[in-house]
């Protein structure tokens, strides 16, 4: 079955210091990788995103990723968090035909201690 | 600010009554998702329009329907309303068809109360 888990529910860190949020996968054909972030009363905003190419992918706001095929993982991770990085964060995978058929994990809330 | 505006906020209603949720996508865009958000069941997608068609389905219940008129915007109609449609439902909207690599941009969501 096509799944994404996200581990971790809740994760509290302290401002300025670095940040990985988990991401596994289960998917039988390519997977297409993405990273969303939901701001309270926000919509989801695309963070990053990887396709194909180098396994780093950059994104807005100072995040990256790293995709692992051989661990089906694509964690989040961002070296010094703000304050306003406190948010909800959604890892997805999807396949190439269509952006409907994308999978949400079920989200990891980030608090920042100040 | 997505570009993509979703009316009303908030909405309160009671149990067995039908709501109109409406959304207007980023100027330029064709395509047009509908989202359910619920605790229990995560982000889950209900329906896609493209330029006015019917592009894909997901987890959309009979009692749920939606459109896409002609000048792009897209209304959500929930009918025969239940405790468990409660729920924040976001629409987003795509330039495309809905390719992997079309970008969707999310609105803020309305939030929908049955009591």
């Known amino acids: 079955a096509q799944s994404v888990t996200q581990p971790d529910i809740h994760i509290t860190v302290s401002e300025g210091a670095s940040l990985e949020l988990r991401c596994n996968y289960s998917y039988g054909a390519t997977p297409y990788l993405f990273w969303y972030v939901q701001s309270p009363g926000q919509g989801l905003q695309l963070l990053l995103k990887y396709f194909s190419g180098d396994t780093l992918v950059q994104g807005i706001k100072g995040f990256e990723a790293e995709f692992k095929r051989s661990q089906s993982s694509f964690n989040l991770r961002k070296p010094s968090v703000h304050w306003s990085d406190a948010a909800e964060y959604f890892c997805a995978v999807g396949p190439y035909s269509s952006a409907s058929k994308i999978i949400f994990g079920s989200g990891t809330r980030l608090s920042i201690r100040p | 600010d997505s570009g993509v505006t979703q009316t009303p906020k908030h909405l309160i209603t009671a149990t067995g009554q039908r709501v109109t949720l409406r959304c207007s996508p980023r100027?330029?865009?064709?395509?047009v998702y509908w989202y359910q958000q619920s605790l229990d069941q995560g982000l889950q997608f209900l329906i896609q329009y493209y330029n006015g068609e019917e592009r894909a389905k997901g987890n959309i219940l009979e009692r749920f329907s939606a459109q896409q008129f002609p000048d792009l915007h897209s209304e959500l109609n929930l009918s025969s309303l239940e405790l468990g449609d409660s729920a924040l439902y976001f629409c987003?909207?795509?330039?495309?068809?809905?390719?992997?690599?079309?970008?969707?941009?999310f609105g803020p969501g309305t939030r929908l109360t049955v009591l």
């Open positions: 100027s330029g865009d064709l395509s």
């Open positions: 987003a909207s795509s330039v495309e068809s809905g390719g992997i690599t079309d970008t969707q941009y």
